[in-house]
């Protein structure tokens, strides 16, 4: 008769303390018989406290005077168990989540930084999670807690805030290792939020502060000397040209003259000024001899 259990899966449940299917021993048939003797006097009274419904995403670890039931903990459905000899355990297969409260964890570079996190796992192996730990979830939440404390503690700050993905994965690598005995599978783990001290937030921001100025004060260097540079060649076409001096003074009344401006400074090239104060010179200067 096939049990509906696969060899490879048999193989890997008989591992486990207590798995035992096939020898119940003098003492168990006989105790085995009367239960079932006992269910047939009752009926149809005790095949309703007999007879449990097993969720789709449920799995049930029947235990028969102490020892599992290999066969029975794989199947959803419908399940007799036996009054008296058995006992069986229902076990939940859905994601859980645990979150991990905050930790306050010493960095590797002496800085107190507290951190809290979040890890998904699931129970794959419903026969492992109850025979080889107590409680299943308050083992893994802290392993969970004590992973978190033990990464976060061989790296920096700045690593810390960084490089959290490769952090999480670390994590997620060491926590499915560990958990590999109780049927558990690590399906995701993540940090939340990373609290640092007051008075380092305000130390990184002055840093920080003082790291843009020094930037910007460097870009605008830059543009002092490339507009320098520019201004350079112009004057050295316009030196070729004298009368590009004169458009280029023309060009500029116009752009001033649209901005609706009460007024427009017109200027005037040096040489006409010169002109102008050289005649004005000479002039006064005959006027004695007339006289």
Known sequence: MDSG??????????????????????????????SFLLVIITFPISIWM?????????????????????????????????????????????????????????TRDSVTIQVDGVVYYRIYSAVSAVANVNDVHQATFLLAQTTLRNVLGTQTLSQILAGREEITHSIQTLLDDATELWGIRVARVEIKDVRIPV???????????????????????????NASKYLKSASMVLAESPIALQLR??????????????????PLPMNILDGIGGASYDNHKTLPNKA
């Open 5 to 34: 259990v696969s060899p490879p899966e048999k193989q890997e449940k008989e591992k486990f303390v207590g798995v035992n299917n096939k020898r119940l021993g003098v003492c168990g048939w006989i105790l085995f018989s009367l």
């Open 50 to 106: 007999c007879l449990k419904i097993i969720k789709e995403y449920e799995r049930a670890v029947v235990f028969r005077l102490g020892r599992i039931q290999a066969d029975k903990s794989n199947r959803p459905g419908l399940i007799l168990l036996l009054p008296c000899i058995d006992v069986f355990v229902r076990v939940d297969l859905r994601t859980v989540t645990c979150n991990i409260p905050p930790q306050e964890i010493l």
């Open 199 to 225: 008075q380092l937030q305000r130390s990184m921001a002055a840093e920080a502060e003082a790291t843009r100025e020094a930037r910007a004060k460097v870009l605008a260097a830059e543009g002092e000397m």
């Open 249 to 266: 003074y023309l060009q500029t009344l116009s752009t001033v003259a649209t901005e609706k401006n009460s007024t427009i400074v017109f």
